[in-house]
T-cell receptor
Framework: KNQVEQSPQSLIILEGKNCTLQ??????????LRWYKQDTGRGPVSLTI?????NTKSNGRYTATLDADTKQSSLHITASQLSDSASYIC???????????????FGKGTHLIIQP | DGGITQSPKYLFRKEGQNVTLSCEQN?????MYWYRQDPGQGLRLIYY???????QKGDIAEGYSVSREKKESFPLTVTSAQKNPTAFYLC????????????FGSGTRLTVV
């Protein structure tokens, strides 16, 4: 069964510090991996999307890495800000057949709190 | 601006009542999806639709129903058969046949009172 495991479940850091969130997956065959940011009570917003051939992608202070061999990804946040407080969700897509929509597997998310 | 609009943001349901959650998109996406989000759990797929007048059950379809009469609209009805409906519901859309371009709405929080 396809699975996406995220760690840690929750994390508290001080404003201005860096942090790294982890995502391990067993989805196969792999198509792409994406990181989403979800503010409390809001829908997820895409941060990065990476395919098999990409091993790093940045979006401002967010940098995602992908190791397709070990099936691991990380999201690094640099110089954290109070607005980074949110849940970060890792989503892995398998190669779809016939355009099926059940090719996405969602992690449970990491709840990040930035303290002033 | 293009996007997905979910309404209402908050919804309260009495025991035994059916309620309908609205999802409208103007992204010209063919595919639309409904997810349920519970605390400490990943998103779970309820129903999805790849084209108008066609939809498929997801992993947790029991107690829910949908319709897809228009490309832009994919309403979700939470029926009285859904025994634990309190949750955060998210609608999403994408270009048909691909998971790229997945866009989520802002969600509806449903509470049973």
């Amino acid at each position: 069964k396809n699975q996406v495991e995220q760690s840690p479940q929750s994390l508290i850091i001080l404003e201005g510090k860096n942090c790294t969130l982890q995502c391990n997956y067993t989805v196969s065959p792999f198509s792409n991996l994406r990181w989403y940011k979800q503010d409390t009570g809001r829908g997820p917003v895409s941060l990065t999307i990476m395919t098999f051939s990409e091993n790093t992608k940045s979006n401002g202070r967010y940098t995602a890495t992908l190791d397709a061999d070990t099936k691991q990804s990380s999201l690094h946040i640099t110089a954290s800000q109070l607005s980074d407080s949110a849940s970060y969700i890792c989503v892995v897509s398998e190669v779809e057949s016939g355009g099926g929509a059940d090719g996405l597997t969602f992690g449970k998310g990491t709840h990040l709190i930035i303290q002033p | 601006d293009g996007g997905i609009t979910q309404s209402p943001k908050y919804l309260f349901r009495k025991e035994g009542q059916n309620v309908t959650l609205s999802c409208e998109q103007n992204l010209n996406h063919d595919a639309m999806y409904w997810y349920r989000q519970d605390p400490g759990q990943g998103l779970r797929l309820i129903y999805y639709s790849q084209i108008v007048n066609d939809f498929q059950k997801g992993d947790i379809a029991e107690g829910y129903s949908v319709s897809r009469e228009k490309k832009e609209s994919f309403p979700l009805t939470v029926t009285s058969a859904q025994k634990n409906p309190t949750a955060f519901y998210l609608c999403a859309s994408s270009i048909q046949g691909t998971s790229y371009g997945y866009t989520f709405g802002s969600g509806t929080r449903l509470t049973v009172v």
